[in-house]
């Protein structure tokens, strides 16, 4: 008897060890073997929960007003709270209309609305909303068809966000209000206050029914408010909470020069990126930051797909569903656009630089003279021939030489990029840039109106072979002139363009 229990006894620790093996086995195989079907669900499920349900409901986003809320875009139409400085450290700050369509133009008109210095909320009916920064950070909405103001609430404001037909917001004294919009007899905006706790912190969030609140100034705590009770629902910690974002079911927020992300349900904490992050901004399913070496950069909500947008220096990020706004530190801090549809970046208003400041500088005499005079007649020659190839997909070698012929006939000037010397004789490519006017019609004077396009034309100095033509067009000439005579438009910079062709073709790029 006691033979066979021990046989019994043996032969059950020896099944135990072939069925954990198994276990452990499958166990293993189960944690490292993920194909790509399950990664693309899994990346899909983090996304989903980061989508903002209520986007649509929303007024500015909390991006957009904690970076600036400079901008609004609404029914075709941008309106920008614009700087203007004078002599003695005086500055102006009003507010400007402008159609979207004229982005980047010359000539647009500076359609001042109002004199305004403040952050902008959003819009309800045809009132813009605002926390006015000259009266005392009081909620403020402008009639832009009436051009009149109305104080909605007085107390001072540490932060507002417009969700559907209510303003959320904190005071500087801590109490968290909700303001139910509507209109009045008089046809004026008016808003009804509702209190919903006292002591509370500064809002960073309104999202599913919460309020989100950070204490003040120490930043280690999100409370997370219901808006129906007032009670706090729970309490969030275990790092410090700056540059918050409401996303789904997270929390973004800056540690240092890192971009966290916090599960509101179960508090797990991971990098939203792997690049550090100066700014960051979040509209829909896309996340936008600026790199702290430079660079704008566009990835989905989980830090997966980085894409580089442009090598400009940016802050006050402001995302509008298809366009990124900033102000570019290479341009004096000239607002830029990126049009994320068509791939296109352009300065708001006036001349753009090219992406990443200046990248071209002219070649003084007497290199410029010499070679000049050496390749006149050449010069003749290509600069009446091009190519209807705009896209070449070879790959040559810099340095790259730009010979621009002016439109004027005045005297050709060189140029070679600010970060690669040479001379211009060592040039393996030339990039001409000439002049051609365009017949757009005649004024009713019978005078003629032409557009002036920059032609670049990739060229090898040794075969005279033509690589690549492209254009830049020009502006048109005003549709009403006094005087007679014809009409030129204004020459466009060739600068971008000739970087673009450059980093297309260039076997170094």
């Known amino acids: 008897m006691r033979c066979t229990l021990s046989a019994i006894r043996g032969l059950f620790f020896l099944i135990t060890l072939v069925i954990s093996g198994m276990l452990i086995g499958c166990t293993h195989t189960d944690r490292i073997v993920i194909d790509g079907q399950t990664a693309l669900r899994m990346e899909h499920a983090i996304n989903d929960q980061l989508i903002d349900e209520e986007f649509q409901l929303r007024g500015n986003t909390a991006s957009n007003i904690r970076n600036g809320g400079y901008i609004l875009q609404r029914d075709g139409m941008l309106y920008i709270i614009q700087e203007m400085s004078f002599p003695g450290e005086n500055t102006l700050y009003y507010l400007q209309e402008l159609p979207v369509a004229q982005i980047g133009s010359l000539t647009a008109r500076n359609e001042l609305i109002a004199e305004i210095d403040g952050t902008l909320i959003g819009f309800f009916d045809r009132f813009l909303l605002y926390v006015d920064h000259t009266n005392n950070q009081t909620l403020t909405a402008l009639d832009v068809e009436q051009y009149a103001t109305h104080t909605l609430f007085s107390e001072p404001l540490s932060k507002a966000l417009l969700l559907d037909r209510t303003i959320y917001l904190t005071t500087e004294t801590e109490k968290l209000y909700a303001l139910d919009l509507g209109i009045d ?30 204490d003040v100034p120490d930043q280690a705590t999100i409370m997370q408010i219901d808006l129906q009770t007032g009670m706090i629902a729970q309490q969030i910690t275990g790092n410090t909470y700056r540059a918050v974002q409401i996303a789904g079911s997270w929390i973004y927020f ?22 550090t992050v100066s700014e960051y901004t979040i509209c829909e399913q896309y996340l936008v930051f600026t790199s702290v070496s430079g660079g704008i950069y566009l990835s989905q909500l989980d830090g997966s797909k980085i894409t580089k947008l442009s090598d400009d220096i940016a802050s006050g990020l402001q995302f509008f569903g298809d366009r990124i706004f900033y102000r570019n530190a290479y341009d004096n801090q000239a607002v830029y656009t990126i049009d994320l549809q068509e791939g296109i970046r352009s300065s708001l208003l006036g001349a753009m630089l090219t992406d990443g400041g200046v990248q071209f500088e002219p070649i003084n005499h007497p290199e410029t003279d010499t070679f000049i005079d050496e390749h006149a007649e050449t010069l003749q020659e290509l600069v009446k021939q091009k190519t209807a190839r705009e896209l070449y997909t070879k790959t040559l070698s810099g340095p790259f030489l730009i010979i621009e012929i002016p439109f004027d006939g005045s005297e050709i000037s060189l140029f070679r990029k600010t970060d690669d010397y040479f001379t211009p004789e060592e040039a393996e490519t030339w990039i001409l840039v000439r002049y051609e006017p365009v017949l757009l019609g005649k004024y009713t004077d019978g005078s003629l109106a032409y557009r002036v396009d920059a032609i670049l034309t990739a060229v090898d100095p040794e075969t005279h072979e033509i690589f690549i033509t492209c254009s830049v067009p020009g502006r048109p000439p005003s549709e009403i002139k006094h005087g007679g005579g014809d009409r030129y438009g204004l020459i466009m910079s060739w600068h971008q363009r000739a970087l673009d062709i450059i980093q297309q073709i260039c076997a170094d790029s």
């Open 254 to 275: 800056m540690d240092e020069d890192r971009l966290m992300r916090q599960s509101i349900s179960h508090g797990t904490t991971v990098e939203a990126t792997v690049r």
């Open 185 to 214: 007899i008089a046809d004026a905006p008016e808003a009804v206050p509702h209190l919903i706790t006292e002591r509370t912190g500064k809002l960073v969030g309104v999202a599913d029914g919460y309020a989100y609140i950070t």
